[in-house]
């Protein structure tokens, strides 16, 4: 006879979780998970936050992941609980965020048969995720558990579902521990060929025209390997520029970095990339918005490419040296192997190159008409910046539009896992929710979702949740009536077709904060710009700045859809006209 104590699904969900070290899951109860809510309460260990919205608990969760590390874990209950988290499962899949959200589903006697909040969950998220699970046996509950979080946080981390049908939760089974549940099919490669690292350090000590280009794989690495990039960079002299998700990879204050890179990045940065003869790509996919047009993107240049997930490489662009690793490995291999081999950049071709680059930066490529008629968004931006200069407790999060570029341009990152933003999916309504979950994780910090007027009102009832759990985190709206980015496209490539992206009927943001309980602030000028921020930051309750600013300022640098990085502009009347690295480039 066993002697194995036996739990109800319920309980082995809350063990699993325990034994997983989660110490808060964000969620919303519904008749389909209701045991598991009552698990929930019988104990003390694992907080929960209740989200407004089931969208919201995602991206809260991965606010919560990526300040902190950890896994964010989510629990909603099946039917519309689990649809309303699809986007914040894609959003999490593109980004590389590590996720595992439990749904409740119908009693498994009744799936399939239409029954009420019914819905094919796994069929729904299968492309959504990193991978699925329907649990049909409670015995096999506790390691479906362990083996999602194994999977949500090894190789290129992503979002998991577990699909637990009610009278599972309810059915009483045996429960293992992590140790008795190693998954034997799911082992991602993290350390390099050799031989591949040793013809890579080859190739980049030859280099006449070098780049390292950083992307968010660095940061999933953990900060050892942030450590590891910044101090190859700085033993090779090499410039280093970073995507959207690899900014504070390297520190953005360093002289090598050339700044945020694709779409709305730097001048140098991009002409850097399009003139170089030796790409070092660590962490990052070649995404659309930094490739640009794809038979033009970096013609000439011989490719390195570090990526723990093997699909990835080759996938968008040809590269010359290929690497799967986790980029920590890679670049401690790197290290070991240049220093053993003594090597040692051409400083005759790296100082022409630096001149090249000089050359490129001396265009102050973010440089905006300066005025007290009106606030710039950049110049709020700049005085944010001020504002938290030397702190090393701040957490910046992002909505997604104009604000969001803007955001990445004027606050420099010199440390991981202080950047949170939409990256892949690009979905409004993220920032909020991201900063909620960063304060969860980082009680003593300052939490700051810089926002536009459109995105804020996506997900605009998180602010109950904020109130709730008295966490002061503060939404620093760019308000500038428009969706702004789809303005600025419908101007420049539309014929000023403004179709449907003015928001006639905006609300009063201070007398909302209000009305849930926060404190609202507004500033209609630049001299009131810097005693809003001062007090938004001294006031520890939930705060919105309506920081009321250009309605007609557009985000430059841009590389329009289809272009390639040579082909930026530099504001609405400007252009470049084509140059080599060595001639430089001159405004028409």
Sequence with gaps: MSTTPTLTGAEIVIKALRDQGVDTIFGYPGGAVLPIYDALFKQNHIRHILVRHEQAAVHAAEGYARSSGKVGVVLVTSGPGATNAVTGLVDALMDSIPIVCLTGQVPTHLIGNDAFQECDTTGITRPATKHNYLVKDVNQLARTLHEGFYVAKNGRPGPVVIDIPKDIQFAEGTYKAPAECQPKSYRPQVRPDLNKVEEAVE??????????YVGGGVINSGPIASRLLTQFVRMTGYPCTATLMGLGAYPASDKQFLGMLGMHGTYEANLAMHGCDVMINIGARFDDRVTGKLSEFSPGSRKIHVDIDPSSINKNVRVDVPIVGDAAHVLEDMIRVWKARAKRA??????????????????????????????????????????????????????V???????????PFEKPNRWLTSGGLGTMGYGLPAAIGAQIANPDALCIDVAGEASILMNIQEMSTALQYRL????????????????????LLHGERYSESYSEALPDFVKLADAF???GLRATKTSEVDDVIKEMIAIERPVIVDMCVDQKENCFPMIPGGKAHNEMLLGPDEKLEEATPEEGMVLV
């Design 203 to 212: 190739l980049i000590a030859n280099a006449k025209r070098p780049i390292f």
């Design 346 to 399: 051409d400083q005759k071709a790296l100082a022409e190159w630096w001149k090249q680059i000089e050359f490129w930066r001396a265009r102050d490529c973010l440089r905006y008409e300066k005025t007290d008629k009106v606030i710039k968004p950049q110049f709020a931006l700049e005085r944010l910046r001020a504002a938290i200069a030397g702190r090393d407790d701040v957490f910046i999060s992002t909505e």
């Design 401 to 411: 539009g104009q604000h969001q570029m803007w955001a990445a341009q004027f606050i």
């Design 472 to 491: 002061p985190v503060k939404v620093f709206i760019l308000n500038n009536q428009w969706m702004g980015m789809v303005r600025q496209w419908q101007q």
């Design 517 to 519: 309980g926060g404190v």
